[in-house]
C-alpha cells in the first residue's frame, strides 16, 4: 500500500517511523508539511519524496492511501480531499475541531457510497482496553452502571488552553467509552475543584467530566494534566454483578531500601507504542478488503459533539444535552 502523509510534526514522523519500519505491506513515497524542512526530514527516512502541498498528495496518483497528521483544523478540508479522490484516509484525531465539518464528512462519505476514513483513537488497540471490551461483551461484570476514569499527565506546555483538557486529552476517554459501553453520550457536565499550583495561571487544572450515557449509565473522568508524577492512565467499570480495571502496564516490582516500587509511565508515546503500531498495522491490513475496519468518520464527528458539549458545559457550569443525530444506517456495526 503506497501511501501518502500529510503534517511532518512529531506524531506524522512517528508514524513515518512506524509504516516504514514495524508495519508490514505498507510503503510511505510522498511527504508534505507547511515546513518543507520538516517535509524532508520526515520523507528521508522512509526514502519518500516531497510534495509541496497536500492537496497536489492527494491528487497524486503514486498515492493510493493518505494519513493525515497535520494541524487540526485542517484536517476536514484534507479528508473531504481525500473522499473526493477516492483513497482511503486515516485521520489523526479529531476528525474535526467543528460538528458541522463533521456533517460534511459523513454527508460526502456516504454519497460516496464507500467507507474511506478512520480516525486515529489507539486507545481501541490498547491489549489493556480490548481486554476489558472482551470481558464486556461477554458480559462478566454484568450491565455496566458506573464508570470511573482518570487522565493524568505529568505537565503540559504553556500554550495547553482550558479547553483542551477537553478537546484534546479527555476525547480519548469520551472514544473508548463509547466503544467500550457500545451507546451514545446523552448529556455532559464539568465540575472544576480547587486548581493545582503546579499549572500555568491560565489553566483551569483539574477538571472533572460528567457523563451520561443514553441507557443511564454515570461516568466520571477526572482530567489532572499537572500531576507532576507521571503519565497515569485508569479506568474501572462497575456492573451489576462485578467490576473490570484496566490494568497499569507492567512493570518490574523494585525491594529496595525498605520500599517495595514500580516505575510509572512518564509519557503517553510510552505508555500506548505498541496500540500505536497495532493501529496502523490493523489500518493497512483491511485496507487489502477495501473497507477501513477501525473508528470511523461517524466516531470522529460523535467524540468532537460531546467534546464541544464539555466545553461548553464548563464555561456555563450547567449540564449540557449531547446534541447528536441518529446514528446513520451507514454506520451501523
Request: charge should be negative; charged fraction near 25%; glycine fraction near 8%.
Amino acid at each position: 500500500m503506497k501511501i501518502g502523509l500529510i503534517g511532518a510534526g512529531w506524531i506524522g514522523e512517528e508514524h513515518v517511523k512506524r509504516l516504514a519500519g514495524r508495519v508490514t505491506g505498507a510503503e510511505v513515497v510522498a511527504v508534505s508539511d507547511i515546513d518543507p524542512e520538516r517535509a524532508a526530514a520526515a520523507a528521508a527516512i522512509a526514502g519518500a519524496r516531497v510534495v509541496d502541498t497536500a492537496e497536489r498528495l492527494i491528487a497524486d496518483p503514486g498515492v493510493e492511501a493518505v494519513v493525515v497528521t497535520s494541524w487540526a483544523p485542517v484536517h476536514a478540508e484534507q479528508v473531504l480531499a481525500c473522499i473526493a479522490a477516492g483513497k482511503p484516509v486515516f485521520c489523526e484525531k479529531p476528525l474535526t475541531t467543528e460538528a458541522a465539518d463533521g456533517l460534511r464528512i459523513l454527508d460526502a462519505e456516504q454519497a460516496r457510497g464507500e467507507r474511506l476514513v478512520q480516525v486515529g483513537f489507539m486507545r481501541r488497540y490498547d491489549a489493556g482496553y480490548r481486554q476489558m471490551k472482551a470481558v464486556l461483551d461477554a458480559g462478566g461484570v454484568g450491565v455496566p452502571l458506573m464508570v470511573h476514569c482518570a487522565h493524568r499527565n505529568p505537565t503540559q506546555p504553556e500554550s495547553y488552553h482550558s479547553d483542551k483538557p477537553m478537546v484534546d486529552t479527555a476525547v480519548h476517554e469520551i472514544d473508548v467509552l463509547r466503544w467500550l459501553l457500545g451507546e451514545e453520550f446523552a448529556t455532559v457536565q464539568v465540575v472544576v475543584p480547587r486548581s493545582t499550583s503546579q499549572r500555568f495561571p491560565h489553566l483551569v487544572d483539574p477538571q472533572i467530566l460528567l457523563l451520561e450515557t443514553a441507557s443511564g449509565a454515570r461516568v466520571d473522568v477526572e482530567v489532572f494534566v499537572n500531576c507532576r508524577y507521571g503519565y497515569d492512565i485508569q479506568c474501572e467499570i462497575v456492573g451489576e454483578t462485578g467490576t473490570v480495571r484496566l490494568p497499569d502496564p507492567a512493570a518490574p516490582l523494585v525491594r529496595s531500601e525498605g520500599r517495595a516500587s514500580y516505575a510509572v509511565v512518564q509519557d503517553f508515546p510510552s505508555r500506548f507504542a505498541d496500540a500505536f503500531d497495532t493501529e496502523l498495522q490493523e489500518w493497512v491490513d483491511s485496507l487489502r478488503s477495501g473497507v477501513p475496519a477501525g473508528p470511523s468518520a461517524w466516531d470522529g464527528y460523535a467524540a468532537t459533539v460531546v467534546a464541544n458539549a464539555a466545553v461548553e458545559a464548563r464555561r456555563t457550569g450547567g449540564v449540557v444535552a449531547v446534541d447528536l443525530p441518529g446514528r446513520p444506517a451507514f454506520y451501523q456495526e
